[in-house]
Every structure is written in structure tokens, then in C-alpha cells.
């Protein structure tokens, strides 16, 4: 597989080598993820030994040919990617993490009426109690 030329769309960590050591992201958890909820893998992103022999194991099972179109084709690449347990993982938690976020924002949005009140009303009496 060394003469198989990657396409410019492929990670670093996947299409090759690079000149840049790849680090993982520091998005921080959100204060509002329990760590029972959600157990990370590592603390560097990285999938457990397990997690990697099962990845590993799934591309043992592919063919020469399949293996080839998973480097050739980003729609292929796509598909087995976000079929990995772990993408799927990080997607429910990423698209929970939006509900939650979204949620904030339309019960802030309902106070914001409330606030504005309550701080005329602070504005109005602040004065005669001086």
C-alpha cells in the first residue's frame, strides 16, 4: 500500500506523513457533562488499545480493493469513518451538547424580558434611596 497516493482531504494522521506533529484538539468538556455520562476513551483524545484493535480489525476484514477505495474515495472514507463506534459516540454527544446549548439560549432569551424590567426598576429606585 506505500505506492497509493492520498488525497489532499484526508487528517494528517490518516493521509500521511506530515512536517506537523498532529495534536488533538483542546476543546474542554462543557461543565454540564457528567463524566459517568460520557467515559472518554483517554485523556488525549486516543482511542483505548481495545478501541483500536477493534478499528483495526474491521479494516483486516476489507479486501485489497476496498481498502484501496477507502483511500481513493472521500464518500467511502466518510462512511466507514462515521460508522466507527466511537465517531457515532462523538456525534450523539456533539448533537446532544447543541440541544443543551440551545435549550440555554431560549430560556435566557424568555428572561431577558425580565431582566430588563428588573434593572428600569433598580435604575428607578437606586436614586431616592440616596
Request: no cysteine; aromatic share 6%; charged share 25%.
Amino acid at each position: 500500500f506505500q505506492n497509493i497516493s492520498t488525497q489532499s482531504w484526508y487528517p494528517p494522521s490518516v493521509g500521511g506523513s506530515s512536517s506537523h506533529p498532529s495534536t488533538p484538539s483542546s476543546s474542554g468538556a462543557s461543565p454540564h457533562q457528567r463524566a459517568s455520562d460520557h467515559p472518554q476513551p483517554s485523556s488525549r483524545g486516543q482511542p483505548s488499545p481495545a478501541e483500536a484493535a477493534g478499528i483495526i480489525a474491521r479494516l483486516r476484514d476489507k479486501s485489497v480493493d476496498e481498502l484501496q477505495r477507502l483511500l481513493k474515495d472521500k464518500e467511502s472514507y466518510n462512511a466507514f469513518f462515521n460508522s466507527l463506534d466511537q465517531v457515532k459516540t462523538q456525534n450523539n454527544l456533539r448533537d446532544e451538547l447543541r440541544k443543551e446549548t440551545l435549550q440555554l439560549a431560549r430560556e435566557n432569551l424568555e428572561k431577558e424580558q425580565r431582566i430588563s424590567e428588573l434593572r428600569n426598576q433598580v435604575q428607578y429606585y437606586l436614586p431616592l434611596k440616596l
